[in-house]
């Protein structure tokens, strides 16, 4: 597939030419790296939390993470592979290459439309729709702290029935699995964050969103402002996201009626 933008392409040197795609990889896997370690932070701070509150993150939630922690060590491997093959070049060389290299940087953005280079720009939006889906899975635990902190929430049932045990490398926690009976008669599975007496049932406040991170039982003003802290920060990532979705969709769009041909864009 060809490039629909060539830096370098004008420069006699072929050796600076190639330098300087070096450097835009190097350039390009970083911001990948940058990208797949705050989507890596982003999820492995909602497993925690939720841990924490008693609503334990799905499997695919945990597999996810897990393969944004190995694409983030696959970027970390590429940067520094190119940037040990840019030590190898003669002085003079970089030296011609790096204003080069500089002046077409924009096209690394992530809302530039087409990308110079579609395997790192892909690579990025992989990480970047991850923190959007994060974002929707701490929305609700926003929600329900807020209902939580302002009494907007109704009181239910929980019965307990059994305790559990979770351990990290750092420490272990034991909850208390039971059923919420909410006001309908309805009867969901639970867990509070606290050993209590099992067979004896109690209040608590029920949760106003009961899906993603919001079917944590929240039991004091604190765990509902760390809850909120923590789900905020999420969210907040999620809408630069968006914002950065849409400002593609525009590039997009003006690319589409400047260029209905649609040429083909590079994966170099």
């Not at 077409?104 to 395997?119: E, F, M, N």
């Not at 690579?123 to 959007?132: D, E, K, N, Q």
């Not at 329900?144 to 990290?168: I, K, R, V, W």
Request: net charge positive.
């Amino acid at each position: 597939m060809r490039s629909t933008s060539q830096p370098g392409a004008n420069v006699a040197d072929p050796e600076v030419a190639a330098t300087v795609r070096l450097m835009h990889h190097r350039h390009g896997w970083n911001l990948a790296a940058v990208t797949f370690l705050i989507a890596f932070g982003l999820g492995y701070g909602a497993i925690a939390n939720g841990n924490q509150e008693g609503a334990a993150a799905p499997s695919w939630f945990v597999v996810l993470t897990i393969a944004l922690l190995v694409m983030m060590l696959v970027s970390i491997i590429l940067v520094v592979a190119y940037s040990v093959a840019l030590r190898r070049k003669p002085l003079a060389v970089l030296e011609q290459a790096a204003p080069i290299a500089a002046r077409h940087r924009h096209g690394s953005r992530a809302h530039h439309y087409p990308p110079r280079h579609a395997v790192t720009w892909v690579a990025r939006w992989v990480g970047m729709v991850v923190i959007l889906v994060v974002a929707v899975v701490s929305l609700p635990a926003v929600v329900d702290a807020t209902a939580y902190l302002t009494g907007a929430e109704n009181t239910a049932t929980f019965y307990p029935m059994s305790h559990q045990t979770n351990c990290d490398r750092y420490s272990c926690q034991t909850f208390t699995d039971g059923i919420l009976k909410t006001g309908n008669g309805a009867g969901i599975s639970a867990s509070w964050q606290t050993v209590v007496p099992l067979g004896k049932p109690f209040q608590v406040r029920e949760p106003v969103w009961r899906w993603g991170l919001g079917l944590a039982l929240i039991n004091s003003d604190g765990t509902a402002v760390i809850a909120l802290v923590v789900s905020l920060l999420i969210d907040g990532a999620g809408v630069l996201v968006v914002i950065w979705m849409t400002r593609l969709a525009l590039n997009w769009r003006r690319y589409r009626r400047r260029d209905p041909a649609k040429a083909p864009v590079s994966t170099a």
